[in-house]
Structure formats: structure tokens, C-alpha cells
């Protein structure tokens, strides 16, 4: 009796270490938050990538700004940002939306780097952006830029 349950439980042990391997990802991903407050504007840079890869998947970015600090109306920078936004609507793997509170805004920009229309998203992802299925999205290399701008990474 004692060698079954011995028997039982070293069976037991070994099915969850399979069953844990098996589930967990080969492509494991984590996360990393760059912040930069200035002028009024505070920007957060969040991406999830692929560790092993170095491959950034997707990337939100957050922008806060308070009207008074950036010394221009409500009326004013809703104008310019409404006309920014309408840039960004309709491309596949970019979510983008402005939530216009009394005293600030807040900005989501949402790329989803594996489903993203190249083609359409060069309008508002700039002239220097190359195809992310065809050139990989370095995370040290996206850190590297962000630290040089001024930015902080959030522990």
C-alpha cells in the first residue's frame, strides 16, 4: 500500500510538470512601461514582446495632457487632435481614441504590430516606419530611442 501511493504521487508529480510544460508558451511574453512627463504632456510607452526574440508585438501609448498647462482651450486642442485622430481611424491593427475630460485628455493609441495594414498605417506611423512582417521590432532598440528622448522606465 505504501509503495502504491508512493507510486501514485511520483505519477501525480510527473503529470504536473508535463501538464505545466505543455501549457506554457514557447513564445513567452512580458512587458515594459517608459513614461515622460513634460510641458503638460505626460506619454506613456507600453510594449509586450517576445523575450527570446527581443520582438516587439504591440505597443500602447498614452497621452495625458492638462489644457491649462499646455496653454491652449479645451475648444483648441480638441480641433487639433479630432483632425489627428481621423488619421488613424480604419487601419487594421491600430486602435486609437481621446476620452476629453473637464480639465484634461487622454489619448490611446493601440498597435497591434502582428495585424497591422502596413500599407495604410505609413500615413500616421511616418515615412521612416518599415513592414513589422518584414523587419523585426527590436525592444532594445525601441528602449534605446525612448531613454535617448527623455524617457523613464517604470519598474
Known amino acids: 500500500m505504501k509503495n502504491l501511493k508512493k507510486a501514485l504521487l511520483a505519477f501525480a508529480m510527473l503529470f504536473v510538470v508535463v501538464l505545466s510544460t505543455a501549457c ?47 496653454n491652449r482651450s479645451k475648444e483648441d486642442i480638441q480641433k487639433i487632435l479630432d483632425s489627428i485622430s481621423a488619421k488613424y481611424q480604419g487601419i487594421d ?7 476629453y475630460q473637464e480639465d484634461k485628455f487622454i489619448e490611446t493609441i493601440e498597435v497591434d504590430y502582428e495585424n497591422l495594414d502596413y500599407e495604410k498605417s505609413k500615413v500616421v506611423m511616418g515615412t521612416n516606419f518599415q513592414d513589422p512582417k518584414k523587419v523585426k521590432i527590436s525592444l532594445k532598440k525601441s528602449e534605446e530611442t525612448l531613454i535617448k528622448a527623455g524617457y523613464q522606465e517604470q519598474k
Open 24 to 70: 506554457s508558451s514557447k513564445d513567452a511574453t512580458s512587458t515594459k512601461t517608459f513614461v515622460l512627463d513634460k510641458n503638460g504632456l505626460k506619454t506613456t510607452v507600453v510594449y509586450t514582446y517576445i523575450e527570446k526574440e527581443d520582438k516587439v508585438i504591440k505597443q500602447v501609448t498614452t497621452n495625458e495632457g492638462v489644457y491649462a498647462s499646455l
Open 93 to 99: 491593427g491600430i486602435k486609437q481614441s481621446i476620452d
